[in-house]
């Protein structure tokens, strides 16, 4: 099993880009998220999905988009880069929406905006 | 909502001393507690969790303690090594529902040789 894959790991963005970070999973899990993690702030939870297509907003939702069409990928797209999206993307997946399992994180991706 | 509040924000022991991280939460529902490890540079990992029915679970050198009536749970890891250095995370989850976990704001421990 390869877990959580997340790619790229590094991405440089120009302020008004567009792209997708993919999130890929082989454990078919039913819950899978993604957070966004900035010095002293935690991971804030950006969206969220219960199962392939269900999807719902976290924290902080605004400039970014998610669908999940298969139980198995759940792609973050950003819209329109801005400099406050520079950040550190994880991905996270659980065997269990139902709150009593643990997540499991990909590597990660460090995202900066210019 | 539930609020998952972390002390200390950093905690610096020597090497060989214990250290000690709590959580408080405020949804009485909640009955599934994670800790997770973030090494510098590397992914958040779980090291330990504990349901609501348990008071405490060891595992070598890491316990974790649950107060369901002071509604906090505490991460305790003795014999600090160096290797221990890293961001620990607490969170609270509650099942039964399409729940998401609550994360508290991250204790970075620093162990010194």
């Known amino acids: 099993n390869a877990g959580v894959t997340q790619t790229p790991k590094f991405q440089v963005l120009k302020t008004g880009q567009s792209m997708t970070l993919q999130c890929a999973q082989d454990?078919?899990?039913?819950?899978m998220s993604w957070y966004r993690q900035d010095p002293g702030m935690g991971l804030r939870l950006i969206h969220y999905?219960?199962?392939?297509?269900?999807?719902d907003q976290g924290e902080v939702p605004n400039g970014y988009n998610v669908s999940r069409s298969t139980t198995e990928d759940f792609p973050l797209r950003l819209l329109s880069a801005a400099p406050s999206q520079t950040s550190v993307y994880f991905c996270?997946?659980?065997?269990?929406?139902?709150?009593?399992?643990?997540?499991?994180f990909g590597n990660g991706t460090r995202l900066t905006v210019t | 909502g539930e609020n998952v509040e972390q002390h200390p924000s950093t905690l610096s022991v020597q090497e060989g001393d214990s250290a000690v991280i709590k959580c408080t939460y405020s949804?009485?529902?909640?009955?599934?507690f994670p800790w997770y490890k973030q090494e510098l540079g590397k992914r958040p990992q779980l090291i330990i969790d504990?349901?609501?029915?348990?008071g405490e679970k060891k595992d070598q050198r890491i316990a974790v303690t649950l107060n369901k009536t002071a509604k906090h749970f505490s991460l305790h890891i003795t014999e600090t090594q160096p290797e221990d250095s890293a961001v620990y995370f607490c969170?609270?989850?509650?099942?039964?529902?399409?729940?998401?976990?609550?994360f508290g704001r991250g204790t970075s421990l620093i162990v010194h040789p």
């Open positions: 996270a997946s659980s065997y269990s929406s139902g709150g009593n399992s643990p997540l499991h």
């Open positions: 454990m078919n899990h039913e819950y």
């Open positions: 999905s219960v199962g392939a297509g269900i999807t």
């Open positions: 949804d009485s529902a909640s009955n599934y």
């Open positions: 504990i349901r609501s029915n348990v």
């Open positions: 969170a609270a989850n509650k099942s039964g529902g399409s729940y998401i976990p609550t």
